[in-house]
């Protein structure tokens, strides 16, 4: 019999934990590893029992188990197969039943779009244009983020030629990846401190996400990215100019049009100093900048930007990928902007509505292509540089992404993944038992920042050598030659208009 006013769950486990009771050793370390409190033991029976209705598949007690008892599988058994109402579709009308409220959810959409990076085959030298062989020859991977000059002017009496062209602040990469904005609240300090600590390794920058900087890390603001959202949080003088670079946050591609949220459990002490909002309390920050309602607004904010950092820094704006991107990325270059983050609808995020999150936005293949063309055509193109994400998952991504015309990319869940994310999706909860999406002090201690930094370091060093292979591979000796070089793209299995977008033949032409 249910207690009177609280109504007995009818949602099913979506997972079974299963102990193989002969090889645990009743140790009892995967009752402490679960960061959601589903393996408990009992001393009744001498063993572990799992709560399969806490379990959210995170694999931490899978990973620590030192017997490899554990199994965590689907709950196939939960519903009678259905083409039209999914499980998924049946497990949120139970859920929605019994609250009545939004379905929170977070990471990147899970739904089963096409993934066009996976439609898209590169090109390789053969015969009479060769390849260069990239262990022998120099390959170079180094970019440059901001305003480019269309030409450079020097002074004919000099000698050696001096420049006489002034050049805009620009960021300069080693690798052609940042990580990209993920805020001290939604991931915990050993996080920041690890890719601030491969940010300054790798020779490229982390991104503060909108929860400003911790004053620990300020020694590191030559590998920083400070971003300036709608709620300001953590926004001051000082903030600002301890950056690389400043990014004005319009949009993310998990949630476009609509704010940030981040639960009071998740606001710390340490992280409401940050943020400068009081601990315990949701953090939400609101779906528009109260300050911009057009173009001319968001280049008042640009320019206010760059005025308090006496015009030395890159100034960028970040916006989600949707309909009319290129249209929008056309009055975001003439704001001044010195630099576009264009992030896809499966850039993933710490809290987030699940109807938006798989319902709002378009991929990032899409909307690369639509607006490297427009500001092509309207030869704006050297005005701005463009970084995309959303979706970035290996690094034959990146090379794509630069030939459909970025000049770098950023990663976020990849980033997470390399740190021990299993992409459970429940960031929102603040229990995450790998220290990531946590403020709890028993679980953040779980991540090493100096080996967090090491396996971040290990994934961007993997990555640039699968790069240097396939830039050999293509007869090219310098990422920035490949960038927008399309001709060098086919697809396979895309629609005609498909592949107009992407401005790609198909494969066999
Ligand atoms: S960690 Fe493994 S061996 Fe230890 S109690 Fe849990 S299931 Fe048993
Ligand atoms: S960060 Fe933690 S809670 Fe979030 S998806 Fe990854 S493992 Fe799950």
Not at 88 to 112: P, S, V
Not at 117 to 129: E, G, R, Y
Not at 227 to 240: I, K, M, N, P, T
Request: net charge neutral; charged share 25%.
């Amino acid at each position: 019999m249910s207690t009177p006013g609280v109504m007995a769950t009818q949602v099913p486990p979506e997972f079974t934990v299963e102990i193989n009771e002969r090889k645990c050793v009743r140790c009892k370390r995967c009752t402490t590893e679960c960061g959601f409190e589903a393996l408990t033991y009992s001393r009744e029976y001498d063993a572990i029992v799992a709560d399969d209705a806490k379990c959210v598949a995170c694999h931490r007690c899978v990973t620590m188990c030192p017997k490899h008892a554990i199994r965590v599988t689907d709950n196939s058994l939960a519903y009678k197969a259905n083409a039209n109402f999914s499980d998924i579709h049946r497990k949120n009308i139970l859920k929605q039943a019994e609250t009545g409220g939004i379905l929170l959810t977070a990471m990147g959409c899970d739904r089963d779009y096409p993934v066009l990076w996976d439609h898209i085959l590169i090109d390789a030298c053969q015969v009479t244009n060769p390849s260069i062989d990239p262990l022998r020859e120099p390959m170079e991977l180094r970019t440059y983020i901001g305003r480019k000059p269309d030409c450079l002017e020097f002074d004919p009496d000099s000698d050696p030629l001096k420049l006489k062209t002034e050049l805009a602040p620009n960021l300069k990469l080693d690798v052609p990846v940042v990580f990209g904005g993920m805020s001290y609240g939604s991931v915990s300090y050993p996080v920041h401190k690890s890719l601030m600590l491969a940010a300054e390794r790798c020779g490229t920058f982390m991104n503060t996400g909108e929860g400003g900087l911790h004053r620990d890390f300020y020694r590191h603001k030559d590998h920083v990215i400070v971003q300036c959202a709608s709620g300001r949080f953590g926004v001051h003088e000082e903030y600002l100019n301890a950056g690389a670079a400043i990014e004005i946050k319009i949009g993310q591609g998990a949630k476009p049009g609509i704010g940030g949220h981040l639960p009071g459990e998740k606001v710390s002490e340490d992280v409401s100093k940050t943020r400068m909002i009081p601990a315990g309390t949701d953090a939400l920050s609101p779906a528009p900048h109260h300050d911009i309602y057009s173009i001319e607004d968001l280049s008042q904010l640009i320019y206010a930007l760059k005025e308090a950092t006496r015009y030395r820094k890159p100034v960028g704006v970040k916006v989600a990928a949707v309909h009319n991107i290129a249209a929008i990325c056309s009055g975001i270059v003439r704001a001044g902007a010195d630099y576009i983050s264009i992030d896809g609808f499966r850039g993933g995020t710490g809290a987030a509505p699940r109807v938006i999150r798989d319902n709002v936005g378009i991929p990032i293949e899409l909307a690369l292509a639509a607006v490297d063309d427009r500001l092509r055509q309207e030869g704006i193109r050297n005005q701005t540089s463009l970084i995309c994400g959303g979706g970035i998952r290996q690094s034959s991504d990146v090379i794509k992404a630069i030939a459909l015309g970025a000049d770098a990319v950023m990663i976020g869940t990849s980033a997470l993944v390399a740190l021990g994310c299993r992409v459970c999706q429940k960031c929102n909860t603040g229990k995450c038992s790998w220290g990531i999406a946590t403020q709890n002090p028993r679980l953040t201690a779980r991540l090493d920042p100096e080996e967090g930094a090491q396996r971040l370091t290990n994934l961007l060093n993997a990555w640039s050598h699968e790069t240097q292979e396939v830039l050999g591979a293509l007869g090219v000796n310098a990422i920035e030659s490949l960038r927008g070089s399309r001709e060098r793209l086919r697809g396979v299995g895309l629609d005609e208009k498909t592949l107009e977008i992407l401005g790609i033949k198909p494969a066999g032409r």
